[in-house]
Antibody, heavy 116, light 106 residues
Framework: QVQLQQSGAELTKPGSSVKISCKAS????????ISWIKQRPGQALEWIGAINPGSGGTGYNEKFKGKATLTVDKSSSTAFMQLSSLTPEDTAVYYC?????????WGQGVMVTVSS | DTVLTQSPALAVSPGERVTISCRAS??????MHWYQQKPGQQPKLLIY???NLESGVPARFSGSGSGTDFTLTIDPVEADDTATYYC?????????FGGGTKLELK
């Protein structure tokens, strides 16, 4: 069965960076894009960007350019998102999701807390 | 960006029919999808491409619409349907989500 397993919660300080992972299983990793989605506490969902694991090609929401960097490791079927120059406004749950026009499978989410 | 507008909350009784609306600021053709999110869980895909039922989702859920106006219908509503429902478009970049409709049961 398709699964997206994300890394554990992160507690980080303002100005730092964090890299979270999303390990895919149960399907051909290079056949579907992986998107990343942000959800602040009690708020709606925001699309950050997407990566094509086969080509490494990326597309970003303009709002997150310079904030998020998406990469993949095909050998381990894992997608990564690095968030830089963290501020309290980056405190959120971050989801990865498999995309084929819609987001049909989601990871369990990673809580990133930015606090001094 | 394409703005998706949803009513913030609805309250219905079990067994009733409920419709949740989503209005787009510009046409998204039929590239509209619906998700259910329960507290502490990741969103779950219910309906894709406006009217297609995702595998494993009960037939009580249905979707309709095209262009700028879309509807998610649950008939009949069950207690387990208490959740927040989001619409999402993938016609225009960036992909965008509605603000969510919180469904409560009386």
């Amino acid at each position: 069965q398709v699964q997206l397993q994300q890394s554990g919660a992160e507690l980080t300080k303002p100005g730092s960076s964090v890299k979270i992972s999303c390990k895919a299983s149960g399907y051909t990793f290079t056949s579907y894009d992986i998107s990343w989605i942000k959800q602040r506490p009690g708020q709606a969902l925001e699309w950050i960007g997407a990566i094509n694991p086969g080509s490494g090609g990326t597309g970003y929401n303009e709002k997150f350019k310079g904030k998020a960097t998406l990469t993949v490791d095909k050998s381990s079927s894992t997608a990564f998102m690095q968030l830089s120059s963290l501020t309290p406004e980056d405190t959120a749950v971050y989801y990865c999701a498999r995309e084929q026009l819609r987001f049909d499978y989601w990871g369990q989410g990673v809580m990133v807390t930015v606090s001094s | 960006d394409t703005v998706l507008t949803q009513s913030p909350a609805l309250a219905v009784s079990p067994g009733e029919r409920v419709t949740i609306s989503c209005r787009a600021s510009e046409s998204v053709s039929t590239l509209m999808h619906w998700y259910q999110q329960k507290p502490g869980q990741q969103p779950k895909l219910l309906i894709y491409l406006a009217s297609n039922l995702e595998s494993g989702v009960p037939a009580r859920f249905s979707g309709s619409g095209s262009g700028t106006d879309f509807t998610l219908t649950i008939d009949p509503v069950e207690a387990d349907d208490t959740a927040t429902y989001y619409c999402q478009q993938s016609w225009n970049d960036p992909r965008t989500f509605g603000g969510g409709t919180k469904l409560e049961l009386k």
